[in-house]
């Protein structure tokens, strides 16, 4: 799977890129690239950003400039890219993140699209086939989102978690119809009078998967 990150900060995505299940992923094939817009801006002395039409706050990123982009990176129409891949605008107004939709992105290669300022020019809408947000509410731009994205994916595709069987029932996933996983608990079995459910340390298989089940359904 090919992930292109587009971003004015893609120092923002150090830490985040040295993860374990990242690295994890990089080995199976996994190829990331950071693509600054900065550094393909067809504007003098940098310029990647302007003023909105109409007046108002802050200052959007040009469309010229995104196209610009996309086109040295991937040597073809900034519009036509579509056709070989998922292009995604990271935007408070997109369709919500959810597992079903991570792990359908998980199938495709990807390009992200990180906003910052008061977003990306509409016109976008005419590269992307897709305008996620990770939750109802507005960050600084897209990178954290594109993070959180890229998180989501990277957990579906095969071998990228260490133990296979904590992604297939976590919480949100169709196993468990969408709802949250069971609680877990570790040593010690009580600590300031707050003990773990007997079950749990019974050594019961059974009693413990029915009451792992009962705590799928009720929470
Ligand atoms: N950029 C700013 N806020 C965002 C959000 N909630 N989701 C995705 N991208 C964003």
Known sequence: MKLDVFTLFPEAFDWF?????????ADLGLQVNLWNYRDYTPLN?????????????????RIDVLCAAL????????????????????????RQLDDALAAELAAAD?????????????????????????????LSGGEVAAMALTDAVVRKLEGAVSNPESVVSESHSPELNGGVEYPHY??????????VPDVLVSGNHAAIARWRAGQVRTR
């Open 17 to 25: 890129l040295g993860q374990v299940h990242l690295r994890r992923a």
């Open 71 to 94: 086109e040295a990176v991937f040597g073809q129409d900034c519009a036509a890219l579509k056709d070989q891949r998922r292009v995604v605008e990271l935007t408070p107004k997109g």
């Open 186 to 195: 570790t040593r010690p079995a009580e600590y300031r009078g707050w003990r």
């Open 110 to 138: 990807l390009c992200l699209l990180c906003g910052r300022y008061e977003g990306i020019d509409e016109r976008v809408e005419h590269v992307v086939t897709d305008r996620i947000s990770i939750g109802p509410y507005v």
């Open 45 to 61: 002395a940098g310029q990647v950003d302007d003023a909105p039409y109409g007046g108002g706050a802050g200052m959007v990123l």
